[in-house]
């Protein structure tokens, strides 16, 4: 027992204090995409022709860059002559529809909006999601769960991962939907009460990611389900997967601390 | 013990197809049942399009790997399963990607539950509308026999899997496991590659295992382009995959710890983990180690002053873990649950092919990074760690031993970093070799991560084939749960931690 107190007295308290401050992320952390359109030579395709799952379309504006599909490797930063695209160290990346995940120069990125007034009177204070995981490569999961630890304590804010679908107030999906989880997270959806929400984690389960060529999966939680809020990478960092399930609670304000 | 039929070739070694004997069906059988029977493992039966079978035998004593291929006239054969047991999922894979079928195999089921690759119909007699995990299983009938039936969707953040036990009150009298749920068509996707996309989806075979998987990626594409690695650029990825493990073995110790009902290493270790997990994100910017290694080299090098940087770090980070995970071995009534459940032993680990740690947990010493060394393994050996006692506290302690193994190996070579400036960037890899094949295995943190490629005349893949190290274990668990009770599979389980997705491809 005397062994126990000690440790507990040598790892000390180590809870996060996020949304109060915010956590240090590694320098070479790769978040929001910043696009510097005046740098584009005309008619340069190059950082769209690297990138390995055409997150980028370029018009007359320049690039954009589609979040839902982007896996946050350096493959266009490098590719890039001129230095007109780069990952900031911003990290909050969640968005409500496919069309506002979609990066464009010059424009603010317009962050996942809060549920709405109803949905947030019956949820905000208590979220309770069960976690299907269809298809994904346990790197989503990996950072979903880390939220649980002592360090996120996911628990204080109110949001829980259950393990039943009828205690759940929504699904937090990963993975792509492979064809042979489909069946497995339409009942897991339907088994759900009404009102709910379901969050979509991950590049797989936005559009299918790294697979979004492959029959074998469907190109995401919307294929199957109504989705509610995404959130984008691969994996998603767990301070971004947080950012998005405050940002939805309505918890957060602009600058990602605490309302 | 040599067979002159097969042909020997070193971990990373690529061979012309002209050059890899070809022998008839029967010789092929001999070669491998002769091959098992003198201590050989089989770690890797595939077959190609064309009817065509592929071997690879590990002789892990001589540190050398044997191939042979055959091409079968019909697509149907004498099953190896019968008298090399080590065959069975493979055999089963066989019959399933390309419509081949291994007669008389003993337990005939699909794998994945997807539609065969080639022309030739589902053994099974499955079409794309059979659903997934609907099979035969085995049953036990009788009275206050029953059946629990638990999955795909799990209670916890798990990826999904179906597991059937047959029980007898509480004691199980055998564990089905019905996966393939993670399908989503890998080792097709890689099929006329090295594609843009290709590396990403080596890193995410298993997305725990990013660097096992994309090392045995890269030196794959190394081997078959003639092209060697230099030794600081070979420490780094050491360091990333020390890390990887290290960050694993410390979660799963908490995760066992947590299953034991002891929660004071299980939440230090939750928090644990992430101080792993940040220290590879500082090397490449991902927690999980995306985008770190390439082939030819590395994406994100490891300079000096990084390595300094991470010194301090990486020893508070052991210094924690230590105290966190001592607390476990002086708790009673955790090593009262560690040391009933679970037991396996060296013979069915032998027959079934296991690798890892649930073979190192019974005294079988595989370790890739000895029995085939790569990278920096060979110049910087690793000690390897073994428990004799195949339960739940063997694997929980081989865990343990190895983090200390890779906490030494890790400010080793974090002090030699800090003082080497670093490799220049890696020219992009020439043309890989055609009609070419080559072998190339790491050791991830759960065991042995195996990748073959066949290439075609322009020297794209012809068929590419992964071996995640749970593509061996699965059946293990199985085993291991037998006679234990229901309440005691989450800790066994956990103890194996064996992956979904890596299985699934």
């Known amino acids: 027992m005397m062994h126990i107190l000690l440790s507990r007295w040598r790892q000390g308290f180590r809870t996060l204090p996020y949304p109060k401050a915010m956590p240090s992320l ?34 007359g504006m ?86 649980g630890t002592l360090s996120w304590d996911l628990g204080r804010f109110g949001i829980q991962f259950v393990a039943s679908p009828r205690h759940a107030d929504g699904l937090l999906v990963t993975g792509p939907v492979t064809r042979n989880m489909e069946l497995a997270l339409r009942k897991t959806y ?53 950012d998005g399930l405050l940002r939805f609670l309505g918890k957060l304000g602009a600058e990602g601390k605490r309302t | 013990m040599s067979d002159p039929a097969m042909r020997v070739i070193q971990n990373g070694q690529a061979l012309a197809l002209r050059d890899v004997p070809e022998l008839s069906s029967a010789a092929f059988r001999d070669a491998i049942l002769a091959g098992t029977r003198g201590g050989a493992r089989l770690v890797c039966l595939c077959a190609a399009p064309d009817l065509r079978l592929f071997a690879v035998l590990a002789d892990d004593a001589e540190k050398r790997l044997r191939v042979a291929w055959t091409r079968l006239e019909a697509p149907r054969y004498p099953a190896l399963t ?32 997807h539609q065969p690759w080639s ?57 089905e496991t019905a996966l393939g749920f993670q399908h989503r068509g890998i080792e097709r996707a890689l099929v006329g590659g090295p594609h843009p996309l290709s590396l990403k989806q080596a890193e995410t075979a298993c997305g725990d295992s990013s660097i096992a998987h994309a090392w045995a990626y890269c030196r794959l594409l190394e081997g078959l382009a003639g092209v060697s690695v230099p030794a600081r ?89 230590r105290d966190a995970v001592e607390l476990l071995w002086g708790a009673a009534s955790v090593m009262i649950r560690f040391e009933v459940a679970g037991r396996l032993d060296a013979t069915q680990v032998r027959e079934l092919g296991m690798v890892g740690v649930p073979a190192r947990a019974c005294g079988v010493a595989l370790d890739v990074r000895k029995d085939h060394p790569f990278g920096p393994y060979r110049e910087h050996p690793v000690p390897i760690s073994v428990a ?47 009609d070419s094949l080559c072998v190339s295995m790491t050791e991830g943190w759960r065991g042995e991560v195996l990748h073959l490629a066949l290439t075609d005349g322009a020297g794209r893949f ?37 992956s979904y997705c890596g299985h699934d491809l």
């Open chain 1, 26 to 59: 590694p320098d070479r952390f790769r978040g929001l995409p910043k696009i510097q359109a005046e740098k584009c030579p005309t008619g340069c395709r190059v950082c769209a022709d690297v990138c390995p799952t055409e997150a980028i379309h370029i018009d």
């Open chain 1, 62 to 147: 320049g690039p954009h860059v589609n979040l839902g599909r982007c896996l946050f490797c350096p493959d266009c930063v490098e590719a890039c002559p001129e230095g007109a695209i780069e990952y900031t160290r911003d990290h909050r990346l969640a968005a409500s529809t496919f069309e506002e995940l979609i990066v464009t120069p010059g424009e603010e990125y317009r962050r996942a909006e809060a549920m709405g007034a109803e949905l947030k009177r019956v949820l905000s204070r208590s979220l309770k999601l069960r976690v299907v995981s269809a298809g994904g490569c346990n790197g989503c999961e990996v950072d979903v769960n880390v939220l």
């Open chain 1, 190 to 242: 339907d088994a759900v009460p009404h009102p709910k929400v379901v969050i979509a984690v991950g590049a797989c389960a936005i559009q299918g990611g790294p697979y979004f060529r492959q029959e074998e999966q469907l190109g995401g939680a919307a294929s199957v389900v109504p989705v509610d809020l995404y959130i984008p990478g691969c994996p998603p960092h767990p301070l971004t997967i947080l």
């Open chain 2, 82 to 113: 019968p008298d090399c047991p080590q065959a069975h999922l493979f055999e089963r894979e066989i019959a399933e990607q390309f419509g081949i079928i291994p007669e008389g195999h003993p337990w005939f089921k699909p794998v994945r539950f």
């Open chain 2, 119 to 175: 022309a030739l119909p589902s053994p099974w007699g499955r079409d794309a509308a059979s659903p997934p995990g609907v099979t035969d299983f085995f049953k036990v009938s009788g009275e206050e026999v029953h059946e629990v039936a638990v999955g795909p969707v799990h209670a916890g953040v798990i990826e999904p899997g179906h597991f059937r036990f047959q029980c007898h009150g509480e004691t199980v009298f055998h564990l």
């Open chain 2, 233 to 321: 650029t070979e420490r780094v990825r050491g360091v990333a995959l020390e890390l990887e493990r290290a960050a694993n073995h410390v979660g799963d110790l908490g995760a066992l710890s947590g299953d034991a009902g002891f929660l004071p290493t299980a939440s230090f270790c939750g928090r644990i983990r992430g101080d792993w997990l940040n220290l590879s994100a500082e090397g490449c910017g991902s927690r999980l180690g995306r985008d770190w290694l390439k082939p030819g080299g590395l994406r994100q090098d490891l300079g000096p002053v990084m390595a300094t940087r991470l010194l301090p770090r990486l020893n508070q980070a052991w210094a924690d873990t």
């Open chain 2, 388 to 434: 004799e006692s195949g339960n739940v506290h063997s694997r929980a302690w081989v865990r343990w031993l190895e983090l200390a193994t890779s906490h030494r190996y890790l400010a080793q070579a974090l002090a030699a970093l800090a003082e080497s400036d670093p490799d220049p960037r890696p020219e992009p890899l020439p043309p890989l070799a055609a």
């Open chain 2, 462 to 498: 012809a068929r590419y084939k992964i071996v995640d190290p749970s593509f061996h274990n699965w059946y293990g668990l199985a085993l291991a749960l037998r006679g234990e009770q229901v309440s005691d599979f989450p800790l066994c389980n956990k103890s194996f931690n064996l």
